[in-house]
Structure formats: structure tokens, C-alpha cells
């Protein structure tokens, strides 16, 4: 699944009833950038339409989940062309991220799930992560908002008081963590959780689907409700997208000069470095 310059950022590959969805950048940590979120959204898509295909597992090459949208894309571009549309029901910065999935769909997590990498883990119904996984909301330090559903999500998983940590502070969640508060399903040996999630998906995949099926979609709709769920995700839009011109291209470009990377909260300007040691 190539885009028109030949970038094949996106992988596939088939176990059954079994599709394994790869993030496939991994010189970049798997940093998602547009053509990258358009082959997300396609594989996603063709998973969604085929109906030999009953789970989908989600993973990062490289021993990274993903480390969230490609910063020097973002630092370089027009803030109006990294907004999606907001009356999309799909597609997002991210790719699928504001999708109501229809089948189950588990993320494998290594390394960093972080800013609008945690946010396509928490569009997966299930994660599953080894204990080098590490979540947060890194994108605070550099003032890009949650606009894949992160905060939509983020509190029915884990619970109000919890996610606003997470989110206010931007700090690491690492994987004991992300298990004791729900972010995470399972917690497995490093290197085991692509294994360990295939594992899960063969085990679904194999119950009698229209049962299933019908179960996760009540659920959903208990928790979310399509229409609800979607006023959210427009709410977040359109409290998000101001900060877009104001804060986040500046942020990016500070990234792409060296400031915060690796996770860091060291080397960034003197006065964010003073509000960011008050946390």
C-alpha cells in the first residue's frame, strides 16, 4: 500500500481472519505525516470492508508504537492544510482516529505511544503493551492539542481525575502505570506484545462474530453513543483548532531545533522551561 512518491509507510500483512496493521517509519519512531494517515485511513478502511477479516491488530516497526504527528511536517506547513474537516466522521490529523470502528481492532505496543500515538491506541478497543511502552501526552510541551479524539477517550478509559494528570501535566505514563489505571489491557515481556496481540485477536476472531459483534457495539454506544461521541470529537475540534496558529507551528519548530526531543524537558525557551518546572 504505496503513496504517489513510492513511501510505503504503511504495511499489511494477513494470519486468518487476522489483519496486522503496521506503522512502518521507523527512522522517524513512526511519526505520522499526511501521506502516512492517508494509508492509515485505507488499510483501516479495507480491514472495516472485508468481511473475511475480523480483528486487526495495530503495531509500530521499529520498536516504537508511535511517537505522534511528524513535528516537522507540522512546523512547516500551513495551519489551515493540518486541520481536518470537522464535520468528518472518519479521518483525522492522525488518520482513522475519528472512526466508530465496527470490528475490534488491538493495539500492540512497544516504546512510545505518545501525543497522537496514545491517541491511535486509544482508538484500538484493546492494548496490549510490553514494559518499555510509554504513553503521554507529550505534544503539551509544545503547544499541539489533542484533535484525534484524545480527550474524548482518554477519560472513559481511565477516569476523569486520571486523565486530567495526564493530560494537563503531559508527563510520561510508562507501562506498570498504564496497566494499574486501564490504559493498558495486558502487560507482556518486552518484545512480546505484537506476539501476545495476535495471539488475542486469533482467540476473538474465533468466537461467533454476530454475537461479538453485537456485544462490542453495545458497549460502545453505552459508553459513547455515535451521536454523543461525535458532538465531542467536533467540540475538540473546534476548541483545538485555534491552537493550531497560535501555539502548535511554533512548538513544532522548536522541536525541529532541538528543544524536547527523546521525550526531554530539558533545552526549551527559558520562560517554558520556568512554567513547565512549576508541574
Known amino acids: 500500500m504505496a503513496d504517489s ?58 520498536g516504537h508504537f508511535c511517537a505522534g504527528a511528524d513535528l516537522e511536517e507540522v512546523s512547516q506547513r500551513d495551519p489551515q492544510q493540518l486541520l481536518p474537516d470537522p464535520e468528518s466522521r472518519g479521518t483525522g490529523p492522525m488518520g482513522p482516529s475519528r472512526m466508530v470502528l465496527t ?20 482508538m484500538c478497543d484493546l492494548r496490549i503493551v510490553d514494559h518499555s511502552a510509554v504513553f503521554g501526552v507529550y505534544c503539551r510541551r509544545f503547544g499541539v492539542p489533542l484533535i484525534d479524539g484524545g480527550t474524548v477517550r482518554l477519560p472513559q478509559l481511565v477516569g476523569f481525575s486520571r486523565a486530567m494528570d495526564l493530560i494537563l501535566t503531559g508527563r510520561p505514563c510508562p507501562a506498570t502505570e498504564a496497566y494499574n489505571i486501564g490504559l493498558a489491557n495486558r502487560l507482556v515481556q518486552n518484545g512480546k506484545a505484537l506476539e501476545a496481540a495476535i495471539d488475542l485477536a486469533q482467540q ?11 456485544d462490542r457495539q453495545s458497549a460502545h454506544h453505552a459508553t459513547f453513543d455515535a451521536k454523543r461521541f461525535f458532538d465531542a470529537v467536533q467540540f475538540e475540534y473546534y476548541n483545538g483548532s485555534g491552537v493550531i496558529n497560535h501555539e502548535a507551528i511554533k512548538g513544532a519548530q522548536r522541536f525541529m531545533e532541538g528543544a524536547g526531543k527523546h521525550g526531554s524537558f530539558e533545552n526549551l525557551n527559558d520562560s517554558y522551561k520556568k512554567k513547565m518546572s512549576k508541574l
Open 204 to 214: 476473538i476472531a474465533g468466537y461467533p462474530q454476530e454475537c461479538m459483534i453485537a
Open 103 to 122: 470490528k475490534p481492532v488491538i493495539a500492540a505496543v512497544e516504546g512510545f505511544a505518545v501525543a497522537g500515538g496514545m491517541e491511535l491506541a486509544m
Open 5 to 62: 512518491s513510492g513511501s510505503n509507510f504503511i504495511e499489511t500483512e494477513r494470519r486468518g481472519p487476522v489483519v496486522i496493521i503496521h506503522l512502518n517509519r521507523p527512522e522517524k519512531r513512526n511519526a505520522v505525516n499526511a501521506k502516512m494517515a492517508s494509508q492509515l485511513t485505507r488499510a483501516m478502511d479495507a480491514f472495516l470492508n472485508d468481511d473475511s477479516a475480523h480483528v486487526a491488530v495495530l503495531h509500530g516497526r521499529g
